[in-house]
């Protein structure tokens, strides 16, 4: 028996955050997403989510072009397609160039149908073995806030916070900050925002205590990022600079990192994916999962993700409350002692409701 897609439906989804979401590279107030359902004979329905900011200041695509790309495109390709496996969609799109963060939201939501055909939640068909996943939170290095944040964020349950920093942030506060909470995991992210020009300010945060850098130079800056790994202690993380496994391979080849962050809407959806932590694993390279500012279908999906037996680190993985007055799943994701249990229910495990 096919996958057999009868109907295929695109919604936008506008709403905004509860807190701007501030990053060296950008603000975002206001939150827009594609949710992309797939449909079979059976009445059947499979989500995804697109995930591509309103302007090109993350990666080169964006809510306009990906909804060109889904509608025109991609969607076309796939409708009326008798699949056997998910992983066909991605054979199926390699006619098309790059957009993967478009192809990622198609090729999510018929892993969601199949697995809800096959009567398995998605976690469980991908090889998941974690029920319990740990929660992550993401805060700025704002002097005036940080200390505030942190203490909610421990107090609310969450045992990881990344501290988004850049070359003016003051290592020796966020060491104060680092020390006061012994038991909780710190990330840096500097989001590319240091050079070869402020390299040695960069090892000025060697000493933090943070257990890993992410990505601190340009994503393309191969060389930078291993002078950075032979010289600090702290592990290196790279992001921006991973959308495809060729990036992973690059990174392995000259010697770049020690951690890579999985982004499954950045390398194109789960087939991508899963080849990328094959190859991590291979190689001992450690893993997590990385949140793009997300509703709960792209979170669902990575959830599922983050159950895999290779993953090392806690993700992105905040409450539904975090970002949103109300998501657009049900229930609503939520942190108990520092983690989320996944659901036993078929497919992504929750009820999608695009109602405005």
Request: overall charge negative.
């Amino acid at each position: 028996m096919g996958i057999a897609i009868k109907e295929i439906g695109l919604k936008t989804i506008r709403r905004p955050l509860k807190t701007p979401f501030k990053s060296v590279l950008q603000q975002v107030d206001e939150r827009e997403v594609i949710v992309v359902s797939v449909r079979d004979e059976s009445g059947h329905i499979g989500y995804g989510e697109c995930v591509a900011f309103e302007t090109p200041w993350y990666t080169e695509e964006t809510i306009t072009s990906c909804r060109f790309v889904l509608e025109h495109v991609l969607l076309p390709l796939l409708k009326s397609q008798n699949l056997q496996h998910p992983k066909e969609v991605w054979e199926l799109f390699n006619a098309v160039k790059g957009n993967r963060m478009a192809k990622a939201a198609m090729e999510m939501a018929v892993w969601d149908l199949f697995a809800k055909q096959q009567q398995q939640p998605l976690w469980q068909l991908v090889g998941g073995t974690s029920k319990a996943i740990p929660a992550g939170i993401v805060v700025a290095a704002d002097p005036a806030q940080i200390e505030k944040r942190v203490a909610q964020a421990n107090n609310e349950g969450y045992k990881r916070i990344k501290i988004k920093i850049h070359p003016d942030t003051d290592p020796s506060m966020l060491k104060s900050v680092v020390n006061s909470y012994p038991e909780l995991l710190f990330f840096a992210d500097a989001n590319g925002s240091f050079n070869k020009d402020n390299f040695e300010r960069l090892t000025e945060f060697d000493d933090v205590g943070f257990a890993l850098i992410e990505q601190p130079f340009g994503e393309r800056e191969w060389l930078l990022h291993a002078r950075s790994k032979a010289q600090l202690n702290t592990k290196i993380c790279l992001d921006e600079s991973i959308a495809s496994i060729e990036d992973v391979q690059q990174m392995i080849d000259s010697k770049a990192g020690d951690i890579v962050v999985l982004k499954m809407s950045r390398l194109g959806g789960w087939t991508e994916t899963l080849k990328v932590v094959k190859l991590c694993r291979e190689h001992s390279i450690s893993m997590w999962v990385g949140g793009m500012i997300e509703f709960g279908v792209s979170k669902a999906h990575n959830l599922a993700l983050a159950s895999l037996p290779s993953i090392d680190y806690p993700g992105d993985f905040s409450a539904s409350t975090h970002f949103w007055e109300k998501d657009i799943i049900q229930p609503a994701i939520i942190v108990d002692s520092g983690e989320i249990q996944l659901s036993d229910q078929i497919g992504i495990g929750y009820t999608v409701n695009l109602a405005e």
